[in-house]
């Protein structure tokens, strides 16, 4: 067989680049815990109505379709229609909003969970975007309403979660937050229809620069030259404390602008801003470029970045929603977020931040000595499972220098040495060997342990 080409934008770790993601992954998952999510799983398929039934993702959704038709299928259009009209979600909001429309007389609201699962998009791959990736959600739904003080809650939860990972090398983030408001309220006090093609054009900004963007407010959303100009300068407003809206009020109130909305979004984002600086000061920051692309935003919205790292782009990404789950009668208004945890895991193995102290789980190698007393050695290595300690039995019983240069390359700290049967038919003590130090010392495996920091892999910082 060929030697396989390798696929573009669908990440496989290394053994210890998954030690680096599950420890996110159980991190996060602690912390949402922590503050009562509970979590679910949902199908990896929608029907493609769902998933272009909001913002611009057409292009970015795989279809699910068989390789081959079975016999008597082209003759059913039912089932041949229903085949065809499957896609794999590209995020898990819309699957969680048909979630919650399906459950609802089964969940207690506000409903809470965490949803941590493989998405797929079919975008162009690049630095920290896959076309196959891990997102890790959080949200709150609520029944008919859903009280402004979670959209303040959420985003100082995710960055919680993600403070929680500073010990391990992760950097600082920011989370920078607008509100859909102000900037619905402002465009249209000057005037605007376009309202959604213009938020599309400023979520372009950093990676296309005013100019360009000031282009494309007159050519795609129908602005005039001096309309564009006002939206840049609202979008070049931020700062981390409530003077952001006094300076969004001084700049509606140059281009004429009045709007109920406006205030209504610049009253919240004020609180978001207020409340943020008390519980954790200067990880909140207000700026009036965050758009987000999608179009069920309706409230607060959300990035992410890295301190240090902002060229990788938002990390983390979300926002308010009244209208994504609804069947007509009832509406569930929500709020959530969404981690890229392989985005994340790919930047911080790619700039060597962090590193795994081993690639396997074993922190224990059990030598053999001859094949005919394997059984002996996986006594001990049963033995020492019984106790939590995680144990593999030598592959060959090769001479012992050979069984511990096995274990020195896979990292694992200790080989385990059974016990002699003397002439006399006494038995000497089983020993045990720190290959880094090179100490020997006699061991019981129904007593042993290793030391708490080598009992299981641990991801530090790269430099410890």
């Known amino acids: 067989m060929a030697r396989p080409t390798p696929l573009s934008g669908f990440p ?14 159980d991190t996060l998952r602690r912390v949402f815990e922590l503050h009562g999510f509970g979590g679910i799983e949902t199908r990896a398929v929608e029907p493609l109505d769902q998933l272009l039934r909001k913002g611009e993702t057409s292009k970015e959704v795989y279809v699910l379709r068989r390789l081959q038709e079975e016999a008597g299928d082209a003759d059913d259009t039912r089932r041949d229609k229903g085949d065809k009209q499957l896609g794999l979600h590209f995020d898990l909001t819309v699957p969680f909003a048909r979630y919650v429309l399906e459950n609802a007389g089964h969940l207690a609201f506000p409903f809470k969970r965490y949803q941590i699962q493989k998405v797929w998009r079919g975008e162009r791959p690049q630095d920290g975007r896959f076309r196959e990736f891990t997102q890790a959600d959080i949200d709150v739904v609520g029944a008919g309403e859903l009280p402004y003080h979670y959209e303040v809650e959420l985003p100082l939860v995710m960055a919680e979660a993600l403070g929680a990972l500073r010990d391990i090398g992760v950097p600082e983030v920011r989370v920078l937050v607008n509100n859909r408001r102000v900037a619905e309220g402002f465009y249209r006090g000057l005037g605007i229809d376009a309202v959604d093609e213009v938020l599309r054009q400023i979520d372009k900004l950093d990676k296309i620069g005013p100019e360009k963007v000031a282009g494309l407010l007159v050519a795609e959303a129908g602005t005039t030259p001096e309309q564009a100009e006002a939206c840049l300068a609202l979008a070049a407003i931020s700062g981390s404390d409530t003077g952001v809206v006094d300076r969004v009020r001084a700049l509606a109130a140059e281009h004429g602008v009045v709007s109920d909305l406006l205030e209504t979004g610049l009253g919240e984002l004020g609180a978001l801003v207020e ?59 929500g ?19 962090v590193r795994a102290t081993r690639s396997v789980p074993s922190a224990v190698v059990v030598a053999v000595t001859s094949e005919e007393t394997r059984g ?33 390359r896979r990292g694992i700290p200790f080989v385990w040495f059974p016990g002699r049967v003397e002439e006399d038919g006494t038995r000497s003590p ?27 892999p641990r991801v530090v910082p790269a430099g410890d």
């Open 335 to 353: 709020v959530g977020l969404s981690i890229g945890v392989s985005r994340l895991v790919s930047r911080l193995l790619s700039a060597g931040l």
């Open 430 to 456: 089983d020993q045990v060997k720190d290959i880094r130090s090179g100490e020997q010392v006699d061991a019981d495996a129904a007593t042993w342990a290793p030391p708490a920091e080598d009992l299981h």
């Open 376 to 408: 002996a050695s996986d006594a001990i290595a049963t033995a020492l499972r019984s106790r939590g300690v995680p144990v593999e039995v030598a592959p060959a019983a090769a001479k012992f220098g050979k069984q511990i240069r096995y274990a020195d």
């Open 275 to 333: 409340a943020a600086s008390v519980r954790a000061p200067g990880v909140v920051v207000a700026d009036l470029k965050i758009a987000r692309g999608l179009d069920y935003y309706t409230g607060s919205v959300y990035e992410t970045v890295l301190v240090g790292h902002e060229q990788l782009g938002s990390i983390c990404s979300g926002g308010r929603y009244d209208t994504l789950a609804s069947d007509g009668a009832n509406t569930y208004p």
């Open 12 to 25: 496989e770790w290394l053994p210890d680049g998954r030690i680096v993601e599950q420890h996110v992954l």
